[in-house]
């Protein structure tokens, strides 16, 4: 079954911000500004939840949303400390708000488990694949036909970041497992 772990949202302001001022103004639960060390405003509404990074010009991002729920209540925190700020003068948005990246995980439970890396890389296709064992316990993998792209490790889990909708995910996992049980049935015969 096919889980969200992470999800990451943003947008741009229709102004710069003069970040000086900004943090010293905005209230939440933590508020990091320090332009030596980053050179944007980090905010959490909880100290738990997820960061809005905030930037001079306007842009601003959230990550590390357990949930699509998460992410959109966070933004809707930040427009009401928006509208807070700047009271009838609350900057619109060029962009608006987005879902800018998903990052799902998935067991695939294989007939032969642990998965064989080096013939599954083959299988997928030299030109869709990075693999570097000595470098990196997974394959990289991206399917031609999928925005996002795929790690692959030998136990059966399996990573996709770079997908913005459900529906674009659950057809690239299902892809996936169909070429997986492909590469299995071929090795069996």
């Given at each position: 079954?096919?889980?969200l772990?992470s999800?990451?949202?943003?947008?741009k302001?229709?102004r710069?911000l003069?970040l000086d001022?900004?943090?010293?103004?905005?209230?939440?639960?933590?508020?990091?500004y320090?332009p030596?060390?980053?050179?944007?405003?980090?905010?959490?509404?909880?100290?738990?939840g997820?960061?809005?990074?905030?930037?001079r010009?306007g842009?601003?991002?959230?990550?590390?949303?357990?949930?699509?729920?998460?992410l959109?209540?966070?933004?809707?925190?930040?427009?009401?400390l928006?509208?807070?700020?700047?009271?009838?003068?609350v900057?619109g948005?060029?962009?608006?708000?987005?879902v800018?990246?998903?990052?799902?995980?998935?067991?695939?439970?294989?007939?032969?488990?642990?998965?064989?890396?080096?013939?599954?890389?083959?299988?997928?296709g030299?030109?869709?694949?990075?693999y570097?064992p000595?470098?990196?316990?997974g394959?990289?993998?991206?399917?031609?036909?999928?925005?996002?792209?795929?790690?692959?490790?030998?136990?059966?889990k399996?990573?996709?970041?770079?997908?913005?909708?459900?529906?674009?995910a659950?057809q690239?996992f299902e892809?996936?497992?169909g070429?997986?049980?492909?590469?299995y049935?071929?090795?069996?015969?």
């Amino acid at each position: 079954m096919v889980e969200l772990a992470s999800a990451v949202g943003g947008g741009k302001l229709d102004r710069e911000l003069d970040l000086d001022e900004l943090a010293l103004d905005i209230e939440a639960e933590e508020v990091r500004y320090n332009p030596e060390d980053y050179h944007g405003i980090i905010l959490r509404f909880d100290t738990e939840g997820p960061a809005v990074i905030i930037y001079r010009s306007g842009a601003f991002s959230i990550s590390g949303a357990p949930s699509l729920d998460v992410l959109h209540n966070t933004f809707d925190l930040f427009e009401d400390l928006l509208s807070d700020l700047f009271g009838d003068d609350v900057p619109g948005y060029e962009v608006g708000f987005e879902v800018r990246n998903l990052v799902l995980v998935e067991e695939y439970k294989s007939p032969d488990p642990p998965l064989n890396l080096s013939s599954l890389s083959i299988y997928l296709g030299m030109e869709n694949v990075e693999y570097e064992p000595e470098q990196f316990p997974g394959i990289f993998y991206r399917p031609e036909d999928s925005p996002g792209l795929f790690l692959i490790f030998g136990t059966g889990k399996l990573v996709l970041t770079g997908v913005r909708d459900w529906d674009t995910a659950r057809q690239s996992f299902e892809r996936l497992r169909g070429e997986l049980d492909e590469l299995y049935r071929q090795s069996v015969t």
